[in-house]
């Protein structure tokens, strides 16, 4: 079996908390959240978010790096989808070479993968995530 720990292992070290985009909201996402922060979800929306389109996503500091990071994920608990789920993409289910772009940036996955058994922990970690988060 498949173990997280085989193809990654975080180094805290917030690469993957800089720079533009990703971090999408789901409605049931931007309710955690704002109940997380004590605050309303239009408060959140205004104070937290930006938009791509019609898509609201966590906004960057001036910094560059996401307005929770602060050498650590501030809202660890109730982090969006893409942050729970990091590295093990759904992409990688369709192309696994997108392992070796997620490899170069962050330090913390493991090079010289089997493709097999990073699909199936893909596929395990996204299971956990449907079953934890959205059921
Ligand atoms: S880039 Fe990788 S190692 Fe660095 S904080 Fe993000 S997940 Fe962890
Ligand atoms: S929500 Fe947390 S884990 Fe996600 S980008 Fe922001 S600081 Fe990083």
Not at 47 to 74: A, H, N, R
Not at 80 to 101: E, H
């Amino acid at each position: 079996m498949a173990r997280h720990s085989d193809f990654f292992q975080c180094e805290k070290c917030g690469e993957c908390c800089k720079g533009y985009g990703g971090t999408f909201l789901s409605e049931r996402e931007i309710k955690r959240i704002s109940r997380y922060l004590n605050i309303d979800s239009a408060s959140f929306l205004r104070d937290y978010c930006q938009w791509s389109g019609t898509q609201p996503l966590i906004k960057s500091s001036d910094s560059g790096y996401c307005v929770f990071w602060d050498e650590v994920c501030t809202i660890h608990q109730v982090k969006p989808r893409m942050c729970k789920i990091w590295p093990f993409i759904d992409s990688l289910l369709i192309d696994p070479t997108n392992w070796d772009i997620i490899c170069s940036m962050c330090p913390g996955a493991r090079t010289n993968v089997n493709s097999k058994d990073l699909a199936e922990c893909v596929r395990q970690v996204l299971a956990e995530y449907e079953r934890q988060w959205e059921s």
